[in-house]
């Protein structure tokens, strides 16, 4: 028989576990017994589960603004609404606003409500952090380098974030190629190296790939599942070959190996990139991208191993655009260019509606869209530094 104490307790973190983040971080000043049930890890779980915590869109945008004097760089973070429809524009939340942030390269996740933020333009100042919105924590990472021989400049650098599913640990791989001036072309090899949460290090690896195998720019050209990182690539053999220009390279969190599987059959000459849509791997690419009125964005899924489907073709009725991510099913986000506003595309209801963002005050910037969950997971260090904050992050680090 169940004792009113058990009940107590039972209905207690029935509620509690569809409460938002904020509120459950204030709760934990109740009393004891509510401060250790939201800091273990099945409540943790269960409330990043709960019917109540739905995926919303988010979008994050870093730039310059020149209508201050001095100009700065601000990044905006804004949460939408979880559901969005077609006609109305959604009202929207400022989650995150910082005044003069240094060299933003990249927003890559979210995974379990945490996103990794990347620094650094130049081949020895690559910084990264993990950022937790909804708790407002932020973790430096440690800074890892590369031996590399003299004469080589920064050529491109990839990263994927996930988690190693055997041992629950949050990790990082950043996969780097260098340029030789000397010879005009690309070292012939490919470093990379993993880093693990748990243990607060970075380890090397040896790719299995040839550097002519070049992964796509940028954090929209990847995407994680299940414990596997994936990014669209190419490869100078492919393209001479004549068969499938683009590849699907993937990363194994917990066996820390590479791997490759053939992609759709898109044209070289065709802009291309990589998404989860419905928790399947798929693609969009165009020839015609950003093109007012006349691009069409063909829409490829994987559904199983190497073998893909085309679901449909998107031809969004808009002026010269950017193509920025994907929402829901049917639901795709553009930047207008050069007015910086931000809309979607129904492709079921055929209509176009702003998201209520006009970024024309903000130029020379990235765009980022994102499918975002609120969450409890902890990311600071047992002993935290003074440093450890998105500010200090965001403006000095």
């Known amino acids: 028989m169940t004792t009113n104490t058990e009940i107590y307790f039972i209905v207690t ?10 509120s459950l971080l204030r709760f934990k000043c109740v009393c004891k017994n509510w401060n250790e049930l939201i800091n273990t890890s099945s409540f943790i779980e269960k409330h990043f589960n709960s019917e109540s915590n739905r995926l919303r869109l988010m979008i994050t945008k870093f730039g310059l603004n020149y209508h201050k004097n001095p100009c700065v760089r601000p990044f905006d973070t804004y949460l939408l609404p979880d559901k969005i429809f077609s006609g109305c524009v959604p009202t929207h939340k400022l989650i ?8 933003i390269r990249g927003i890559y996740g979210p995974i379990d409500g945490l996103f990794l933020l990347e620094k650094g333009h130049y081949i020895d100042n690559g910084r990264f952090g993990w950022w937790n919105p909804a708790t407002k924590e932020c973790r430096l990472i440690p800074r890892v380098f590369f031996e590399v021989e003299d004469g080589l400049e920064d050529n491109d650098r990839r990263i994927g974030i996930g988690i190693d ?31 693990s949460t748990k243990n607060d290090s970075w380890k090397h690896l040896e790719p299995n790939f040839s550097h002519e195998c070049q992964i796509c720019m940028s954090s929209q050209h990847c995407t994680y599942k299940n414990g596997m990182y994936y990014w669209i690539s190419t490869s100078k053999k492919y393209i001479s070959e004549g068969i499938n220009v683009y590849f699907i390279r993937t990363f194994d969190f917990s066996t820390e190996l590479f791997g490759e599987f053939e992609g759709p059959p898109i044209p ?9 849509r419905g928790g399947s791997i798929a693609t969009m690419s165009s020839k015609d991208v950003t093109q007012a009125m006349t691009a069409f964005y063909d829409i490829w899924v994987n559904i199983r191993g190497n073998n893909w489907i085309k679901v449909y073709t998107v031809n969004p009725p808009i002026t010269n655009h950017l193509c920025i991510g994907i929402w829901e099913y049917d639901k795709f986000i553009y930047e207008l260019t050069p007015s910086c506003k931000v809309l979607f595309y129904d492709q079921t209801t055929k209509q176009v509606t ?4 006009e970024f024309d005050g903000i130029g020379f910037g990235s765009c980022w869209v994102l499918s975002y969950k609120e969450s409890l997971v902890p990311i600071r260090k047992e002993k935290p530094s003074e ?9 000095d680090y």
């Open 13 to 22: 973190d029935h509620i509690l576990s569809r409460l938002p983040v904020q």
């Open 96 to 103: 995150y606003h910082g005044e003069d942030v240094g060299d």
């Open 165 to 195: 599913l055997a041992t629950h640990d949050y990790k990082i791989i950043w996969v780097r190629t260098y340029w030789n001036d000397y010879e005009s072309d690309i070292f012939p090899k490919v470093y990379a190296a993993v880093y």
């Open 268 to 276: 070289g000459e065709h802009w291309v990139t990589l998404f989860l």
């Open 354 to 357: 702003s998201l209520g963002f």
């Open 387 to 395: 440093k450890d904050n998105i500010e200090y992050f965001m403006v």
